[in-house]
């Protein structure tokens, strides 16, 4: 089955996200609208370098570049495509393809040299009439993989001239046209400005469609509700986690209603014992529970839910709703990214809370020179015990190293979900 993408758009200027091409007002946080874009139901994002320099581009390249690493849907870089280099660095930021610009006298020189370069499937060009097509159409649908339309009124004429598909991007919402538009059958996808603001309840769009026969990507469930094993009251218990850490945030219960809204909203939906209603999760707070995977265990009676938390889980303030230690016994974790997590902590602890006599806070008043001088001396020892062959030797030296590698982190800001991320999106 052939979906319809539907599409948000951020500007870049300076580094920042602004509202439009000629509305350079602050469109807000773009980790923010990132976070939105990422767990909302958007399918891509398309990317506007607004750069009137070649530093203002480099600005903006490290945007994008921290966007594909922060987001999981596909993202296009759009803007200040010049030559070759300029493509290779939009693909290596970690973009999914690049958007030439459909009215650049060079246009397809540079989708010759990126197609033999990286692919027929990574070059788009976007367009504001059909003069290209005329002028150009055979070259163009032998260098590229798909258009993006930036002007609605040409595109009768274009599915009419040229058999490549093409996405619209339109500058409102309208209910009518936006169907008229999604049933062509070169249309892709959609999107514009009323899908990249963050109130827009995109799965609710993606409902409305559904009625009209326009297909999009939602959740389906591989059972029915009748596949599962209910309790007393005819419910399923749900254990849920944060889809990134796996902590445990919540138990609740669904009905059927509430099992069918999640899958049809996107968002988690219980329902209240107590209140003896339906409720969305964060619908009055705003903590939503963005779905990331259901799965059923083996005896179909639980469903664990990996979910994108916004805000706090429990009603309390608190992270999770399981903060009530009742009795414990000292155990060492040894699930690795915990180890490092506790150590990075701990570091950043006596950063803030300096202590007399401890290495860790000597290090850090010698200041970052001295740090790297200590991870160059210790990648040397790795070295030398390898060298050496003597395996105790190598464990504590990468031991060592990695303890200054984390001070390193730590006095320079970096996270270890920011290095998780970063070797997840490699």
Known sequence: MEYKNLIATIYLKNGMAVKGQENRESAGDWKELAKVYNDSGVDKLYV?????????????????????RVIEIPIYGVGYIHQLEDIKKILYSGCKGVILDGSDHNVIQLAREGSRRFGRE???????????????????????HKLVVLNEDIVSALENIID??????????????????????????????????????????????????????????????SD????????????????????????????????????????????????????????????????????IDCDKDTILAKVS????????????????????????????????????????????NPREGSYTNSLIDKGLDQILKKIGEEATEIVIAAKNSQTEDIKYEICDFLYHLIVLMVETGVTWDDIVEELNRR
């Open 48 to 68: 506007f370098d607004l750069a009137d320099s070649e530093k203002e581009h480099d600005i903006n390249l490290h945007t994008l570049k921290e966007l594909c």
């Open 164 to 225: 490549i598909p093409f996405s619209v991007i339109v500058p409102d919402y309208n209910t009518k046209r936006w169907i008229r538009i999604l049933k062509k059958d070169s249309v892709t996808g959609i999107g514009g400005t009323y899908l990249s603001v963050p109130q827009t309840d995109v799965m609710k769009l993606k409902v409305l469609l559904a009625t009209e026969g326009i297909e999009t990507r939602k959740f389906k469930s591989a059972m029915m509700w």
């Open 309 to 352: 938390q916004v805000g706090a889980a429990c009603h309390t303030g608190n992270p999770t709703c399981f903060f009530q230690e009742l009795v414990k016994k000292e155990y060492s974790s040894k699930t690795p990214f915990n180890v490092f997590e506790n150590v990075y902590s701990t570091i950043k602890d006596r950063k803030q």
């Open 122 to 144: 990574k070059m788009l060009i976007s367009m504001e009439t059909v003069d290209l097509i005329f002028k150009h159409k055979r070259e163009v649908e032998e260098l590229v």
């Open 228 to 295: 599962f094993k209910l309790n007393a009251d005819g419910m399923i218990p749900v254990i849920v986690q944060d889809y990134q850490t796996c902590e445990v945030l919540m138990l609740a219960y669904m009905n059927e209603e509430a099992f069918y809204t999640t899958l049809a909203l996107g968002k988690m939906t219980y329902y209240s014992r107590s209140r003896d209603k339906l409720w969305i999760k964060g619908e009055t707070s705003g903590h939503y529970q963005y779905v990331k995977s259901l799965t």
